[in-house]
C-alpha cells in the first residue's frame, strides 16, 4: 500500500488562507468516504481534525474546511493563526481493512 | 478523563522482540476497536495495526505483516503489539490509537490517541 501524496510543505502569513492536498487512488481516496486528517504538533499526541470526508469533531474550529474529489482529498485552513503550525497528516480507509496515511505536510506560519 | 497511554518503548537489537503495551482509561475500551501507527525519524505516519473490540479480528499493515501481532485484554484495558524480527527500519514512534465511534457506527478514523512510545532498533 503506497502512501498518499501530500506536499512536503506549504506555509502562509497569519490570516492567510493554504490548502493541503492528498492524493491517492481508487483503492482508498477515491473509492471509500473515509478520509480523515489529523493535526500533529511535535512531540504530542496527533489530533482528529475530520473524519468521513468532511465531519468536524467538536471543538475543530470551523477555519478549517474539507474537500474531497475523485482521488484528491483536500484541508483548507483560513485565517491562518500562528498555533496552526504543525504537520498535517490525511488518512484513508483502504482496501482490506487497512489505513494508509499521507507523507505529512509541514505548515509554517510565517 | 480519556487517555491511552503507551509503554514498553526502548533500544533493541535487530533480529530481537519487544512487546509494546497500551493502557486506556476514561471509556469503555472493550467496545472500541484499536490500532497502533507508527512515525518513523524524519518521516510521516505509518498505520500498523487494527484488532476489533473483542480481539476476534486482526488485521496488519504490510511492513510488518507477518512479524506483529495485535492483541488486547479487555479485563485490564490494556493493548499490546508483540513486535519480532525487528529491523533497522522498524526504528519509530509507536502511537496507539482509538477508532472513534459516531451515531452507533465505527469512524474509520482515530479519535484519540497516546503520546507515544519510542522503539529505536540498532545494534
Known amino acids: 500500500q503506497s502512501a498518499l ?9 497569519p490570516g492567510q488562507s493554504v490548502s493541503i492536498s492528498c492524493t491517492g487512488t481508487s483503492s482508498d481516496v477515491g473509492g471509500y468516504n473515509y478520509v480523515s486528517w489529523y493535526q ?11 473524519y468521513d470526508v468532511n ?20 484541508l483548507t485552513i483560513s485565517g491562518l493563526q500562528a498555533e496552526d503550525e504543525a504537520d498535517y497528516y490525511c488518512c484513508s480507509y483502504a482496501d482490506s481493512y487497512t489505513w494508509v496515511f499521507g507523507g505529512g505536510t509541514k505548515l509554517t506560519v510565517l | 478523563q480519556v487517555q491511552l497511554v503507551e509503554s514498553g518503548g526502548g ?6 522482540s519487544l ?8 471509556f469503555t475500551f472493550s467496545s472500541y476497536h484499536m490500532h497502533w501507527v507508527r ?11 487494527v484488532i476489533s473490540y473483542d480481539g476476534s479480528n486482526k488485521y496488519y499493515g504490510g511492513s510488518v505483516n507477518g512479524r506483529c501481532t495485535i492483541s488486547r485484554d479487555n479485563s485490564k484495558n490494556t493493548l499490546y503489539l508483540q513486535m519480532n524480527s525487528l ?8 502511537y496507539c490509537g482509538r477508532e472513534g465511534q459516531s451515531s452507533g457506527y465505527y469512524m474509520r478514523a482515530f479519535d484519540i490517541w497516546g503520546q507515544g512510545t519510542m522503539v529505536t532498533v540498532s545494534s
Open chain 2, 11 to 16: 533500544v533493541v537489537q535487530p533480529g530481537r
Open chain 2, 87 to 94: 529491523r533497522t527500519e522498524d526504528t519509530a514512534v509507536y
Open chain 1, 55 to 74: 465531519r468536524r469533531p467538536s471543538g475543530v474550529p470551523d477555519r478549517f474546511s474539507v474537500s474531497k474529489s475523485g482521488n484528491t482529498a483536500s
Open chain 1, 40 to 50: 500533529h504538533h511535535p512531540g504530542k499526541a496527533p489530533k482528529l481534525m475530520f
Open chain 1, 5 to 13: 501524496t501530500q506536499p512536503r510543505s506549504v506555509s502562509g502569513s
Open chain 2, 39 to 49: 512515525q518513523t525519524p524524519g518521516k510521516g505516519l505509518e498505520w500498523v495495526a
Open chain 2, 19 to 26: 512487546r509494546l503495551s497500551c493502557a486506556a482509561s476514561g
